[in-house]
């Protein structure tokens, strides 16, 4: 199996295994991952005990040997594969690629990307290489919560799973607050607040194997502004404009700075747009802000 590591994750994942090892219970990673299999049966010879199925040194063509002195023992005629559907409404075995927040958060107990999933079985002819009809693709009860290394899984689903997770490691964006007017204001004066934190996509990164574009859209906007008081919602602001404004009552040093929640979206090797699970959030660093009182003058002419 390829190993794929994604440092900006900070996590070494592992590529699914290949579409042969679904083909050939011949292959010790089969076994590995669908022990329950009838394929994967332990069978015994004058020499020991031996997984059919599993790569051993006495394994020859479709035969495996039992080790020093064991007799060969013939793989059977048929072996199984599997489809995979995340457990999201209109998947089908066929159309696997959609992510949707219930298939993620109903696993999250299980691990980093794991995702609950429907599972489709065949039993495939080793002569021929059809899928025997009857019975066809068969639709195993309940669902499955499975990570990335397990074989045979839609690559959306399994990235759309990590990202779930990783989303908020990915954002580096955290905007910055500028205050008009810069630097000073005045008790009971109305400042005005922006940030330039927009939509942008990141560079593309590696999982699984994949490109993976990303693209951050921030959802909303909350203002703190350094003397307890805040502003949830209140948009990106503009400058020049008090879109966002507070007016403050006491003097002094205040450091207002905005929270910012994301959303985002993601394709995988210039696919279709899929949304990301969940949302994150970033916080902009303080801006040092000074607030005097105003004093009336009397002037002679």
Not at 67 to 80: I, K, M, Q, W
Not at 115 to 135: F, H, M
Not at 145 to 155: I, N, R, V
Not at 209 to 218: K, N, Q
């Amino acid at each position: 199996m390829a190993l794929v590591v994604a440092p900006f994750l900070g996590l070494a994942l592992t590529m699914p295994v290949s579409a042969e090892v679904l083909a050939d219970p011949g292959s010790g990673e089969f076994c590995k991952i669908h022990k329950a299999d009838p394929s994967c049966v332990t069978a015994s010879g004058a020499g020991g005990s031996f997984e059919v199925g599993a790569v051993d040194a006495g394994q020859s063509g479709d035969h495996a040997g039992g080790g020093s002195g064991g007799r060969p023992v013939a793989l059977s005629g048929t072996y199984n594969v599997y489809d995979y559907a995340a457990t999201c409404t209109g998947n089908t075995r066929l159309g696997a690629g959609a992510l949707c927040g219930s298939a993620v958060d109903s696993c999250a107990a299980s691990g980093v990307g794991f995702i609950s999933y429907w599972r489709w079985k065949a039993t495939v002819s080793r002569a021929t290489g059809e899928v025997l009809d009857p019975p066809g693709w068969v639709q195993s009860p309940g669902a499955y919560c499975l990570g990335p290394s397990e074989a045979g899984l839609p690559p959306v689903a399994v990235i759309g799973g990590i990202l779930a997770d990783e989303f908020k490691n990915l954002l580096v964006l955290k905007g910055t607050v500028t205050v008009e007017p810069r630097g000073t204001t005045l008790v009971n004066y109305e400042t005005g607040y922006s940030t330039e934190a927009a939509r942008y996509v990141l560079n593309p990164v590696q999982i699984l194997g994949r490109s993976v574009t990303v693209t951050a859209i921030p959802q909303s906007y909350d203002w703190y502004f350094g003397d307890g008081t805040r502003e949830l919602n209140g948009g990106a602001g503009r400058q020049g404009t008090q879109d966002v404004s507070h007016s403050y009552r006491d003097t002094g040093k205040v450091g207002p700075y905005v929270v910012i929640t994301w959303r985002g979206t993601f394709t995988v090797d210039g696919g279709a747009t899929q949304d990301v699970i969940g949302t994150a959030q970033t916080t902009s660093p303080a801006t040092p802000l000074q607030v005097k009182q105003a004093r009336a003058e009397l002037v002679s002419r």
